[in-house]
């Protein structure tokens, strides 16, 4: 969870103690709480109207067992259970000062240490926690609703998630190298016409409404697969399309020196224009420091990225391809292919 603040720099001391306050002070009156459930339950009514969420929040709980597979939103029927002295008591416990971070972006380090210390040196520690253990499994989820469209995603574990950095990276070149998108999207002509689910199948099948590469990372593991979305008597054919493109990545000789090139190239990028908001910079220093400790400087992973091969490359979605398929799928569900169907066209990389 982050509490941001952006302001001149004159005005540190008092965006700081403000901030400081907001997060060491909440009142959570009840009426406040009442009114953010009301919005908290229109929240969960809205993800079942919006298949490509409710496909994502699906994934985690269908494809682990442990921390990851709770429900990112909260169940509507765990709703009526929460009031303020429950949110008070969670709070407490949970935001301490040894599971926070005071990041900061175009501050001086000395000048910031000097503000946040006195108002944080009496802020009391937590009791000591075991990281919550989490276990990719696979699996296999259906959801039929009253929709023209059937929607599909097909995804896989990236073991070690962020922890492992440099696996992380490769998987981020995939993904722009797989790239994809909707059959007409509104970024400009050109957007993303370069990437392989965009030249191989976007512009070739013409039933495809939608078709990306998409991934979810934690710390110890996360997700990377393709989402697509199509009428329902085309989803057989688009799913065998989906594995066949994952397996491309995994083949040798499938992947160019000039697509790696290009991926590669656009994702230091948009890694780098990311990183001229202040607001995305001290976001990552404070998640950098959760996660390694320290923060990693940008010419690290950015030369993680240059000196990728297409051997890495390959070799990476090989380890992917080995872990059991997580599969989820809404609307018009009938003609989506078996679990076992799918799993078994991966059985060469087991």
């Not at 000062?97 to 900061?104: I, S, Y």
């Not at 006195?118 to 990719?136: N, V």
């Not at 962020?162 to 190298?177: H, K």
């Not at 390694?292 to 240059?306: A, E, H, V």
Request: charged fraction near 20%.
């Amino acid at each position: 969870m982050v509490y941001s603040y952006d302001t001149l720099k004159a005005y540190v001391p008092q965006a700081v103690e403000v901030l400081l306050d907001s997060v060491r002070n909440p009142l959570f009156l009840q009426e406040e709480v009442d009114r953010q459930l009301a919005l908290a339950r229109e929240d969960v009514q809205d993800m079942q109207k919006n298949p490509e969420r409710f496909l994502q929040e699906v994934l985690n709980i269908v494809g682990y067992e442990g921390a990851i597979a709770n429900p990112l939103i909260c169940p509507e029927e765990a709703l009526g259970t929460i009031n303020a002295d429950i949110i008070k008591k969670f709070y407490h416990e949970n935001f301490t000062a040894d599971r926070l971070v005071l990041a900061a972006s175009g501050v001086d380090h000395q000048h910031l240490l000097d503000v946040a210390e006195p108002l944080m040196s009496d802020w009391h520690k937590g009791s000591p926690m075991e990281t919550p253990k989490s276990t990719y499994t696979g699996g296999d989820f259906r959801h039929a609703a009253e929709s023209d469209m059937t929607h599909v995603a097909l995804a896989f574990e990236v073991p070690g998630g962020w922890l492992q950095e440099r696996d992380v990276t490769i998987m981020t070149v995939i993904q722009t190298l797989m790239g994809g998108g909707g059959s007409f999207s509104s970024g400009g002509p050109g957007k993303g016409m370069h990437s392989r689910l965009y030249l191989r199948v976007l512009t070739k099948y013409h039933d495809v409404q939608a078709f990306s590469a998409f991934s979810s990372v934690y710390d110890t593991s996360g997700l990377f697969g393709i989402y697509l979305t199509t009428p329902p008597d085309f989803v057989a054919k688009a799913v065998d399309v989906a594995i066949k493109e994952l397996i491309a990545i995994a083949t040798p000789g499938q992947v160019t020196e000039i697509e790696l090139t290009r991926a590669k190239n656009s994702t230091i990028s948009s890694v780098l224009m990311n990183l001229e908001s202040r607001v995305i910079v001290a976001e990552d220093i404070g998640r950098q420091l959760l996660t390694y400790g320290c923060r990693k400087p940008i010419d690290y992973f950015l030369k993680c990225m240059d000196e990728l091969t297409i051997d890495d490359v390959t070799a990476f979605a090989k380890k992917l391809l080995s872990s059991q398929p997580t599969m989820a799928s809404y609307g018009d569900v009938d003609k989506v292919p078996p679990y076992e169907f799918v799993s078994k066209r991966f059985q060469a990389f087991r």
